[in-house]
């Protein structure tokens, strides 16, 4: 593990797990939106592709730092779990790669004044298969249970905080799904920490209707699977900053994950519903918005 500066004593910052050249490039997307808003805040990211700071304009040497590590992509979730080992601030901000940061977050370090781990809760029960119909905490069904998203998470430096992480890490790792909300439920029941519910306004999708209200609330904006043709665009912008692996050709990983991105969320839609979405997004999408 290598880092390329030191950000010890930093009181409070963001880090993210951007393992795979797409997720790194989503990652520098969201990276850039959260200097717009807040400039002066660290940024830690943790990946296993090569990727030089002085190359990139609104990285700082001085002030942001990537973590080198030599693992294959899947291990993520086994890294995302255990996050408290990857962040030298006081007080941080986990931020998944597929988000857009719409305003400050600085008030996260206010409420880690007072809390330990701050998230999202889930406001209806999880049912998807392979999340909801797996058994924890002795027998019971993830469905009827609290749920958190982890997409964007709140926490501090403590023993507490710690010992949340390596049950969340360790629970991970036994129950053996890929999901690490899952293994997130089951570590939350059993830890000591003092756990705050963030608001939706923290960790929110795309609403398509009433935007204008949702923009004037939202603080972070987590994309997923709702990949707009001008938000595309500027994850591919990003990936021009990664080094190509070959040197005859560029590399299309990142524009063909994508693709499957959006293939996968016109399946689940059906092809009507989603043209009629695209069409939307033509007019009206958080990214034009985000960018005026």
């Known amino acids: 593990m290598e ?7 930093r009181r409070f910052g963001a880090i993210y797990v951007a393992m795979g050249r797409p997720y790194l490039a989503m990652t ?7 200097k717009s808003v807040s400039p002066s805040m660290p940024v830690t990211v943790v990946t296993n592709v090569e990727l030089l700071l002085n190359k990139i304009d609104f990285l700082s040497e001085d002030l942001d730092t990537i973590i080198f590590i030599d693992l294959v992509t899947t291990e993520n979730r086994n890294i995302k779990s255990r996050l408290h080992e990857y962040s030298s601030y006081q007080k941080a901000v986990f931020l998944d790669s597929d988000t857009l940061i719409m305003k400050d977050l ?16 889930n406001p209806y029960p999880q049912e998807r298969k392979g999340k909801g119909d797996v058994s924890i905490l002795g027998g019971e069904l993830v469905s009827n249970l609290p749920h958190w998203n982890s997409g964007v998470i709140l926490f501090k430096k403590s023993e ?15 129950i053996g799904v890929e999901y690490d909300q899952v293994s997130l439920v089951e570590a939350v029941f059993k830890s000591d920490v003092r756990f705050l519910g963030l608001e939706k306004r923290w960790n929110d999708t795309d609403p ?3 935007r204008k209200k949702w923009l004037k609330r939202v603080r972070v904006f987590h994309y997923a ?18 080094p190509d692996k070959g040197h005859d050709k560029k590399n299309n990983e990142t524009a063909e994950f994508l693709s499957r991105k959006r293939k996968s969320k016109r399946k689940e839609l059906g092809l009507l519903k989603y043209s009629l979405i695209r069409i939307f997004w033509l007019f009206s999408t958080p990214v034009k918005f985000h960018n005026k």
């Open 160 to 174: 507490a905080v710690d010992h949340f992480f390596s049950k969340w890490n360790k629970s991970y790792n036994s």
């Open 3 to 9: 880092k390329q500066n030191n950000t010890i004593n």
């Open 208 to 210: 398509f209707l009433n």
């Open 28 to 34: 520098l997307l969201s990276i850039k939106t959260l």
């Open 225 to 242: 699977s709702n990949i707009s043709n001008d938000l595309m665009h500027q994850i591919l912008a990003m990936d021009s900053f990664i």
């Open 106 to 121: 600085a008030v996260g370090e206010f409420l880690l004044d007072h809390f330990d781990v701050a998230m999202r809760v």
